[in-house]
């Protein structure tokens, strides 16, 4: 049985790598060689002062090494439990949707690909960060807000025609951050639920069908979306759907809600493609 | 002058909050609307499914014609009901009678494994399950609305302009009822 989260078996390795003899090596002779040296430079002080730096030191970075091994345990565990394959070229996906290729950079991790469950389509599951600049500091660096999120993509190049642009968020206001929809010319729509209208921020390409939107949106639909407790958002846009939640995720469980919630939502849309061209 | 001034800006403010406040409630009751709509055209498509099924049935279980005029009787029934709870028994009738369908084709393994009973049988799940889905949001919607125009003071602009709507419930003790488990 693997680790059920990114942070699973972090302490243990964290403790294990500590009292490995390299390690307490390192944090002997480096305390040994700090305690000189502080007691030469700075006297009484310096002398307890520079082996605690040290040590800390030492310790900041077997945690960080912890952190990333757990992280990577975790993220192999999620692709051997899924089926899934790591795959490399994640900048070809900035292409795609507008959140893809928002903000000024982008980065990707733990990239992964594979079949979405009884679709025949492969999706490619990651984790995905941009950054907006926000200005620069006093030493002329820039800076920027990071936004984060879990993108789970499915290529649907037969959806293109029926669904110019469909964009689902969850609710939001002037709270609510960056926009990367701002500015591209998208209109609200309203569904018939209030619950879901409380939940949800709806948008879509000017030139998207109506009753086919409320056809994707059935009442099944609309109920599952509302219950859903990741809050599921979507883009579907030029062939692509990506079915995306705020944040990283990093529990097992939550991965496969995710990739089942991609999944319901491939196969509606394949449904409304179906019915067109069948 | 203070006073006036005070008068009027009190005056403008209930003006403005009456406006909003009224359009908050016919936007709530066109939503009760819409998903009123929403329910009418999932039962109606199961109006439609049903002369298909009635002949597939017949096809294979000719001695069940009084299961059968049931359902047709039901339908009749249903698609003139009006509205509110005389449309949502007349349903509760039909749906009821559907079952009696399914309990029938129970003992005609030949009809169970027609491939064309099959796929109705496979639209009237998914419509059942479309039709409740609608229901809950035209539930949802309706306690909302209801909510909304009752407290106060919301119900001073409410009045008698704004009326509380009806839900659209189960009446069938069958449907409610919590399925027993043995083991």
């Not at chain 1, 939940?199 to 979306?225: C, N, S």
């Not at chain 2, 003139?80 to 509760?92: D, H, L, V």
Request: proline share 4%; hydrophobic share 45%.
């Amino acid at each position: 049985m693997g680790p059920a989260n990114a942070n699973a078996g972090r302490g243990e390795w964290f403790r294990k790598t500590l009292a490995k003899p390299t390690a307490i090596t390192v944090m002997v002779v480096g305390a040994s060689i700090a305690l000189l040296a502080g007691a030469y430079e700075g006297g009484f002080v310096g002398a307890a002062a520079a082996p605690v730096a040290v040590l800390l030191f030492v310790a900041g970075v077997v945690w960080w090494l912890a952190d990333r091994h757990a992280e990577m345990a975790f993220w192999d565990h999620v692709a051997s439990s899924i089926g899934f394959q790591p795959f490399y070229d994640p900048t070809a996906l900035e292409t795609t949707t507008p959140l893809l290729h928002a903000g000024d950079r982008r980065f990707w991790k733990h990239e992964l690909m594979g079949p979405l469950g009884d679709t025949r389509l492969t999706a490619r599951l990651a984790q995905y960060r941009y950054d907006v600049k926000e200005g620069e500091d006093d030493k002329g660096q820039a800076r920027y807000s990071s936004h984060r999120y879990t993108i789970c993509l499915i290529d649907m190049p037969d959806s293109m025609e029926l669904f110019p642009g469909v964009y689902l968020r969850e609710d939001r206001n002037l709270l609510s951050g960056h926009d990367w929809l701002r500015g591209r010319g998208l209109r609200e729509v309203e569904l018939e639920s209030t619950e879901f209208c409380d939940a949800y921020d709806l948008q879509v390409a000017r030139e998207q069908d109506d009753g086919r939107l409320r056809e994707l949106f059935d009442p099944k639909t609309i109920v599952w979306l509302s219950d859903h407790p990741l809050r599921p958002h979507i883009e579907l846009r030029a062939g692509f759907l990506v079915v995306y939640v705020p944040g990283f995720v990093e529990d097992l469980g939550r991965v496969i809600w995710l990739l089942e919630a991609a999944e319901r939502i491939a196969q509606r849309v394949q449904a409304e493609v179906g019915e067109v061209v069948g | 002058m203070t006073v006036l001034y005070v008068v009027v800006g009190l005056a403008v403010l209930t003006g403005l909050w009456i406006v909003v406040t009224n359009n908050s409630f016919i936007k709530s009751r066109n939503k009760v609307d819409e998903a009123w709509s929403g329910i009418d055209v999932q039962l109606k498509r199961r109006h439609d499914l049903v002369p298909n099924l009635v002949e597939t049935v017949k096809g294979y279980a000719e001695h069940e014609s009084a299961t059968l005029a049931a359902v047709v009787q039901a339908r009749s029934a249903a698609m003139s009901a009006g509205s509110g709870t005389e449309r949502a028994a007349a349903e509760e009738l039909l749906g009821s009678a559907l079952q009696g369908v399914r309990v029938v084709a129970e003992q005609y393994p030949e009809l169970r494994a027609a491939q064309n009973y099959q796929q109705l049988m496979a639209e009237l799940s998914e419509l059942e399950d479309q039709i409740q889905a609608a229901r809950r949001i035209f539930n949802a919607n309706v306690n909302a609305y209801n909510t909304r125009i009752q407290l106060f003071p919301n119900s001073i602009v409410a009045g008698n302009k704004f009326t509380p709507r009806e839900l659209f419930q189960l009446d069938s003790p069958a449907e409610r009822a919590v399925p027993a488990v043995a083991f």
